[in-house]
Each structure stands twice: as structure tokens, then as C-alpha cells.
């Protein structure tokens, strides 16, 4: 990850196999599923970040989101950013060599298990979509070192025993694991059942695991307007919480310094350069003793 943002030049090319422009190289089976009619989270996230793995009506959801609330791509490079520091961390200070990212979203630059193996190259990762898009993007693009493992689950987070039990076919759940929760949670829409998930799937992880987390939060009026026409527009909902509520996800575990803040905040290094102090996403790490 270097400081500049993510962008069409360090992303996927439309040439890529699995791009949406040439999906006729694709696994058909995977990709028919796709529904381009209504705008999708992951695609936006995409196009916000400077990707070419959109589609039209992603790109129009994405610039009219942006109209009401400019700072939007701001928030998206500090949660990017956030990850590398949470995933450079554990992997180098904290020796964790497990990760399980649920929620992958699409590739970009410097993905979990890049970031990882490139501080232990035997590191394992374990990414779980149920975005077939995102999906057929993985298998194709997100490539292990020949010392560690990358793998990858067709599962939804509401299914946490799933995940759980597929995750275990590569993961040692004997041994630490760093669970990955970046901006999915919102997607569930009742707070307490958000909760439930990560309470579940925390449990299963040995002590000396993390949880990495980050949403979006209801900071910004504006952005709580853009939340609201986007969530009006046909695509799975997506809610706004506040700081205090996504500190709640973290009950039980031992945050590392500086707890649940803005990602531009969390430990900040060059990176952040270039980024306000406060963006609308916030985020966390914490250690299951």
C-alpha cells in the first residue's frame, strides 16, 4: 500500500479475466448470477476507490451518492488504508499468521493476504463473499505465496456456523486467527442481531485472536441523507451506526490503543497522509484474551 489512493492505474484492468467488461472469459456459472439492474455496495465501493469492476448502474448510484455527500471516497481510501494498518500489525507485531475476512468485497490493491504474506509469507487467509461477482474476481485474482494459503467461502455472514466450519478447512482454529469484519455489519439491519454474529463467531476463535472492524457511522447529516436515498433505491440496506454502537462489537475483548475511532485516527502513518482527522468511518481492534 503506498500513500496515494487506490486508482484505475493499480486496479484490475477491463482486460482482466474475470473483469466485468470481459465476462465471457468468466466462470459463467458464477457470473450469471450477477444482477446489474440495481446498484451493489461492493461495485460502488469499487468505483469510489477508483476500480474498473463496476457496472453502469453502480457508477450512477455512485456519483449521485457522492453529490450529497462529497466526502465519500476521502472515507473509503482511510478505511482501505485502516485495513493495511490493522493487517500490517498483526502480522508483525502481534505474530498472527491467521486471517479470516469476511466480506471481502472486490479486489484491489493490497488486499488482506498481500499485506499479510508480505510481512510472513506463510501467512493463511480465509476470504468469505456470497457476491458471485466478488467470488469469480477471488478465485481468479487473490493468489497465495507458495508458503502460506489463500482460500476462499461461498457463505453468507448470517451464517456464522458455516463460515466457521468451511473456514476450518484451512484455518487452525486451535492456533490465533484475526477476524475480519470491514463495513459489513451495516448490512444487517437489526443491531442486536449484528451483534449476535460477531458474538458467535468471536466465540470460536482461540485466545489471542483479534477482531478488526470498521463501519460507516451516522456522523455526518449529510451522509446519513445519501445513506437514506441509497437505501430507497433498491439495493440491499445498508444503516448507519454510531461510534458508541460499534464499540458494542468489541464487548468482552481487550481494544488495542487507540480503541474505536475515526480510521484516519487509528494509528495513523504516512498513509493517512493527505487524509482529514475525522472521516465517517470508524473502526477498531481488539484482542480475545
Wanted: proline letters at 6%; hydrophobic letters at 35%.
Amino acid at each position: 500500500m503506498t500513500d496515494e489512493p487506490e486508482n484505475s492505474e493499480n486496479s484490475e484492468s477491463p482486460e482482466s479475466p474475470e473483469s466485468p467488461e470481459n465476462s465471457e472469459n468468466s466462470g459463467q456459472g458464477a457470473l450469471s448470477k450477477i444482477d446489474t439492474s440495481v446498484p451493489q455496495s461492493a461495485r460502488i465501493w469499487n468505483y469510489w476507490l477508483g476500480g474498473k469492476d463496476n457496472y453502469e448502474v453502480d457508477r450512477i448510484a455512485g456519483d449521485a451518492f457522492r453529490e450529497i455527500f462529497p466526502g465519500i471516497e476521502t472515507g473509503a481510501r482511510a478505511a482501505r488504508y485502516f485495513l493495511a494498518r490493522a493487517v500490517r500489525h498483526l502480522a508483525g507485531e502481534e505474530g498472527i499468521r491467521q486471517f479470516l475476512d469476511i466480506g471481502t468485497g472486490l479486489p484491489n490493491v493490497d488486499n488482506t493476504h498481500q499485506i499479510a504474506q508480505r510481512v510472513a509469507p506463510e501467512c493463511r487467509i480465509v476470504y468469505v463473499d456470497n457476491d458471485p461477482l466478488v467470488l469469480a474476481h477471488a478465485r481468479a485474482l487473490l493468489v497465495s505465496t507458495p508458503e502460506g494459503v489463500t482460500n476462499y467461502v461461498d457463505a453468507d455472514l448470517r451464517d456464522p456456523a458455516t463460515i466457521v466450519r468451511e473456514a476450518a478447512k484451512t484455518l487452525d482454529f486451535d492456533q490465533p486467527v484475526a477476524l475480519m469484519l470491514m463495513g459489513i455489519l451495516g448490512h444487517i439491519e437489526d443491531h442486536d442481531e449484528a451483534r449476535s454474529i460477531v458474538r458467535e463467531l468471536v466465540d470460536a476463535l482461540p485466545s489471542g485472536s483479534y477482531l478488526v472492524q470498521y463501519d460507516s457511522t451516522d456522523t455526518s447529516d449529510a451522509y446519513v441523507n445519501a445513506i437514506q436515498q441509497y437505501n430507497e433505491g433498491g439495493s440491499i440496506p445498508y444503516i448507519l451506526r454510531s461510534p458508541e454502537q460499534l464499540a458494542r462489537y468489541f464487548d468482552g475483548l481487550e481494544l488495542l490503543e487507540p480503541g474505536v475511532a475515526s480510521c484516519s485516527r487509528w494509528r495513523p502513518d504516512t498513509e493517512a497522509l493527505g487524509l482529514p482527522a475525522e472521516v465517517h468511518q470508524y473502526g477498531g481492534v481488539a484482542l480475545k484474551r
